[in-house]
């Protein structure tokens, strides 16, 4: 049977940031292959509105939600009681949830995406939910996995940006000068890096217990950007296009299933081929 090994039946999975564009995705790839989802966000209507619309195709009884600031230590500890209480496993943590700070520019406005001026409120609030929140996920569910002997596996969504540096051409204006130029903050490629490293870490801490780590990097998802940015961006990627928000699904349902049971501390970057043009 080539697709047994996908055959996510009887597994939970717990998505952070799943009320957004590809989180509702990863959990619709899971849901697919059989997996009970567990949609954690920070809003409550946005994850209702996320459970409806899973709810249109998937049975709703596996979908569940739970308010999670991943950034909140007792909460994410509280969401775990309350899942363990109700009998549920975690076999499958998506650290998904991050801060994409859109990247705007205004003339007479000072350019708070440039390195020079950009806050440090914004640099700790958006680790603290990248980065911080997928530590503290792992610590919590991945100690889990690791405890009760069953293994488990860990999906870090990164990013292109985790192998190479944002083309700040991308972002540019006209009519605007060098120093009030939006530029990509640097808070995204840090955190995606860190990302990366925290896969490492992750995949050798609990191989033994056969919990296993991965990454998966996605290139741009097109969800009606202007034009020009579309253009700018589309003439980087080999393929010419951007990803549409499913075509992530199989590679979700490859890393989360035992079809990639040897595959641990990876990287999986899926960009259209950007990152080697
Ligand atoms: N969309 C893309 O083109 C793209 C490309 C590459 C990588 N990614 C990565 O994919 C992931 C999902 O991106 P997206 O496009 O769906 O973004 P999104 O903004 O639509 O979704 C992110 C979700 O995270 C949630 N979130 C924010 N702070 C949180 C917190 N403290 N605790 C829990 N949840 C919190 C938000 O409420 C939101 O629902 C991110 O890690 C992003 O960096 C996206």
Redo the contacts with the bound molecule.
Sequence with gaps: MAFEKFNLSGKTALI??A?????IEHAAALLESGAQVVL????EA?LLSAHTNLAQNFDATKIITKV????NPQRVHVVAEELWADGLRIDILVN?????PKVKGDQGVLETSRLENFPLDQWELQVA??LT?AFLCSQVFGAAMAKDGKGGVILN????LSVFSPDQRLYRKQGLTDDAQPVKPVTYSVI?AGLIGLTRYLATYWADKNVRCNALS????Y?GQGDEFVQRLSSLIPLGRMASRDEYHAAVQFLCSDASSYMNGQNVVMDGGRSVW
């Excluded at 954690?40 to 809003?43: A, L, N, R």
């Excluded at 969504?157 to 292109?160: E, G, R």
């Excluded at 996605?218 to 998802?221: D, E, I, L, S, T």
């Design positions: 952070t940031g009320a957004g564009l590809l989180g954690t966000d920070i809003g946005a999670m600031d991943v950034t998904n949830a991050a801060i994409d939910v990248g929140g969504i990164a990013s292109d995606k996605p290139g741009g998802v969800n």
